[in-house]
Each structure stands twice: as C-alpha cells, then as structure tokens.
C-alpha cells in the first residue's frame, strides 16, 4: 500500500496527490493528514471514485484509507464527524452548494449587481459553515478569471476551507479567458449538475 505523508499540507493539497495517485490506477492508498478539511475531501474523493474509504486517528492527526470496494466512508472518528463538512450518505445530500450563473446578483443597474456579487462571495468566505462546492457558468466565469482580487482572494479562502470550486470549460472558452483563470478548476456540465444533486441544498446567486 502507498503511503502520502500531507502532514502540514493544507487543502487542496492533500487531495490533488491522492487524486494524482488514484488516476494513474492506484487502488490501495492511505494519507496522513493534520487537519479536517482534509479528510473530508478525501473521504469525498473516494466516493467519486467508487474506492471505500476509512479514517484512522494516528499521532498528530488521521490516517485516510482507500480500497477497493463501493464508495462507502467506514465510521468516523467522532470530532470528523461533528464537522459540518463530514462526509455521508443520507439520501437528502450533504451541505450546501452555491451555483453562480452571472457575474452580478439581481437585475437592475449593472455596477451595483457586481458589488453585490462581490460582497456575496466575501461574506461567504467569512462564514463559519462554507459550502461544499462552489460552480462558475455562463458569465459567472469572469468572477475567478479576472482582475478583482477582492473576489479571487474570498473565492481562493472557500477552496482553503474545503470548498471545492468547479468552473465551466465551455463557458472560459466562449468569453476567452481560460488561459487566465485564477481559481478553481475547469470543469464540465456532467460534474457541476453532480454537485448540485448531491448537495442537501442549492443557492443560486
């Protein structure tokens, strides 16, 4: 079994070695992690891969386990659990997703509709409960792949707390501006209506 030692590393990096390690056909694999948001995307990524996943406490953090089986997370160790983000597999989903299909909240004067996506996504990033995935469509993509730091920076503190953030592939290549992307990663129609069904519930802003 392969072993990735991510202690010290925040996410995503955990996730991307392990994800690395699954795409090139490893199918028993554990990491060592310090810290929550950790192994709760890990134990996301397994469900997406159909690996099972079990999560160990080990000195100065826990150990995340996959194998080969059918998506399943083995019981979690009781502070994992009592994260809002825990993995689980009740039929309603879990936690929230935020569907940005517009670079502006609301109709009406232009300006103030951006200021308002804006303060949206700061005010996001200050919440104590961030959301699972965050999905970039249509003009919603010129919000990550821009020049406002103010809204990279709230966009890049939500991937920093787990958050996961998928953008539209098709939508960066019709308005041009793939190559620039800041944040998050480019993504498809299949993957972001996935996040929106298995997420408990959906904000579209």
């Known amino acids: 079994m392969k072993i990735i030692d991510a202690f010290g590393m925040q996410c995503p990096k955990p996730l991307v070695l392990a994800k690395k390690e699954i795409d090139a056909g490893c199918r028993e694999l554990s990491v060592q992690v ?6 709760n995307n890990l134990t996301r990524l397994g469900g997406k891969t159909g690996l099972s996943v079990s999560v160990d406490e080990i000195g100065g953090g826990w150990l995340v386990s996959f194998a080969e089986g059918d998506g399943a997370v083995s019981a979690l160790p009781a502070a ?18 935020v569907f940005i299909g517009k670079d502006h909240v609301g109709e009406g004067d232009g300006e103030l509709g951006y200021n308002l996506m804006k303060m949206a996504l700061y005010t996001l990033s200050e919440s104590e409960e961030a959301p699972v995935s965050l999905l970039f469509m249509n003009s919603g993509v010129k919000l990550v792949a821009g020049g406002e730091q103010q809204v990279i920076e709230s966009v890049r503190t939500l991937r920093d707390k787990g958050t996961e953030v998928l953008v539209c592939g098709t939508c960066l290549d019709f308005y041009g501006v793939k190559d620039v ?5 480019v993504s498809n129609m299949y ?7 298995e997420a408990a519930k959906v904000i579209a802003l």
């Open 80 to 97: 994992i659990a009592a994260s809002p983000h825990a993995a689980c597999s009740s039929e309603r989903g879990c936690g929230f997703s």
């Open 34 to 39: 310090d810290n929550q948001t950790a192994v």
């Open 191 to 197: 993957d972001i209506l996935g996040r929106m069904q």
């Open 181 to 185: 992307l800041a944040v998050g990663e």
